[in-house]
C-alpha cells in the first residue's frame, strides 16, 4: 500500500497532536493508508526546522503555499489561528487535495461560508475537527438517542469551566485579539458545545446569550507592558431547538479551579450524562428500569496506551483516513462547523444587542 503524504500547517499544540495522530495511527490498524509526515508550516524557521526534525518530517517551509502545493501531499491538516484556516483551506480543496481543519472553521461566518463552497465544488475530502463527537462513549450516547432511549428530549447542558485564564499574568496570545481567533471562549471551546448539541439533539433555532471579559489586560510577554484584552473569557447561551427541546451551554476561561467538559440530556424516559473527568463512562437513567437509579457503562478506548488527551483526535484522524481508504465523503463535514459556528455567531449578536436571536438554517 502506498503512503499517504500529509502536510501539517501549525506545530502548536494542535499541530503536535495531529503530527502524532498520523505517525501512530498505522501501527493501530493495518487497514488504513499508512501515513508519511511530508511536510509541516511554520512563521519561525528555527522552531518549525526543529518541529520537523522532532516529528520526522521529511521537510518544513515558512510558506504555507509551498506545503499545500507539494505534490507529494495528499492530506492537509490546518492547526493554525481561525484567521489562517481559509485561504489554505480554498487552495488545497481548488487542488482536490483533502482536509481537516481545526475548529472553528475561521475567524468569520462569512469566512466560513466560504471554505463549505470550496468544499462542496472539490473533489477532495474535508473534515472539521469536531474530536468530541468520536470519543467512544458520545458515539454510544448517539446511539441510544437515536434508539429513542430518552423519549422526548427535554433539556441539554454543555458546561466547559476552565481555569486557565484566571491568572492576570498570564501572557497575552492571539487568542486575546479579536482578528486572528474570531471570538472567545464561546468560539474556542464553545463551538465544540455548539456541535455537540447539534450532534446529539438536533438543530438549533433561537439564542439568548451574555458574554464578559473579566480580565481585561494581560502582560506582553518581553515587554511585561499591558495589552488589551478583546475576546470575552466567559460565555453563557440558552438554546432553542427545532424539536421544542430547551438548551444550555456554557464556556469559561476562568472558572477558578476546573478544568472539565459535562454534558446532560433529559428526556421523557431516560437522561444520560458525560464527564471528561472519566472519559470512558457515560451514565444512563431509564424510567423503564424496574430498579431506579443512574448506571455506570464503561466503553473502551480505541487506542491503549496512549494518554487521554489525545484519543479524540487520534480517532477523528483514523475515520477520516477509512474515508479516504473506502472513498466515502466524511459524515462530519465544513458544513456542520459551519452551523456549530452559526450558533455562536448568534449568540455573540444576542449579547451585543440583549435580544434572542434566530438562525437562518
Not at 174 to 181: G, H, R
Not at 251 to 275: F, M
Request: glycine residues 8%; proline residues 4%; hydrophobic residues 35%.
Amino acid at each position: 500500500m502506498a503512503k499517504l503524504g500529509v502536510g501539517v500547517l501549525g506545530y502548536g499544540s494542535m499541530g503536535r497532536t495531529h503530527s502524532f495522530a498520523y505517525k501512530v495511527l498505522p501501527l493501530f490498524d493495518s487497514k488504513i493508508a499508512d501515513t508519511r509526515l511530508v511536510s509541516v508550516f511554520g512563521r519561525t524557521e528555527n522552531n518549525v526546522k526543529r518541529f520537523a526534525e522532532e516529528y520526522g518530517f521529511d521537510t518544513y517551509s515558512t510558506s504555507w503555499k509551498k506545503v499545500v502545493e507539494d505534490e507529494r501531499v495528499a492530506v492537509i491538516s490546518i492547526c493554525t489561528p481561525p484567521s489562517e484556516h481559509p485561504e489554505p483551506a480554498i487552495e488545497a480543496l481548488r487542488n482536490g487535495k483533502n482536509v481537516v481543519c481545526e475548529k472553528p472553521l475561521a475567524a468569520s461566518l462569512g469566512e466560513a461560508e466560504k471554505m463549505v463552497k470550496a468544499a462542496e465544488k472539490s473533489g477532495g475530502f474535508s473534515m472539521p475537527m469536531f474530536n468530541y463527537r468520536f470519543r467512544p462513549a458520545i458515539q454510544y450516547a448517539k446511539k441510544l438517542i437515536e434508539r429513542g432511549f430518552l423519549g422526548d428530549i427535554y433539556r441539554f447542558l454543555c458546561s466547559w469551566p476552565k481555569t486557565s485564564y484566571v491568572y492576570p499574568k498570564r501572557y497575552s496570545s492571539w487568542k486575546d485579539k479579536l482578528k486572528p481567533s474570531g471570538g472567545g471562549s464561546l468560539l474556542d471551546l464553545g463551538v465544540h458545545s455548539a456541535d455537540m448539541a447539534r450532534f446529539l439533539v438536533g438543530d438549533v433555532k433561537e439564542v439568548s446569550a451574555a458574554t464578559a471579559i473579566y480580565i481585561r489586560e494581560r502582560p506582553v510577554k518581553g515587554t511585561e507592558e499591558p495589552e488589551k484584552v478583546e475576546t470575552e473569557d466567559t460565555g453563557m447561551v440558552i438554546m432553542k431547538f427545532a424539536n421544542g427541546s430547551l438548551g444550555f451551554l456554557e464556556a469559561t476561561k476562568v472558572a477558578t479551579g476546573q478544568d472539565d467538559v459535562r454534558i446532560e440530556i433529559n428526556g421523557s424516559e431516560g437522561s444520560i450524562s458525560w464527564n471528561l473527568e472519566d472519559p470512558n463512562v457515560l451514565r444512563t437513567f431509564s424510567v423503564r428500569d424496574q430498579e431506579l437509579g443512574w448506571k455506570s457503562i464503561r466503553v473502551s478506548n480505541f487506542y491503549p496506551y496512549v494518554e487521554d488527551v489525545f484519543q479524540s483526535h487520534l480517532a477523528g484522524i483514523h475515520y477520516f483516513l477509512e474515508c479516504l481508504e473506502k472513498d466515502e465523503k466524511p459524515k462530519t463535514s465544513f458544513e456542520d462547523g459551519l452551523r456549530a459556528q452559526e450558533i455562536i455567531d448568534a449568540a455573540y449578536r444576542s449579547s451585543r444587542e440583549g435580544k434572542w436571536v434566530s438562525l437562518s438554517q
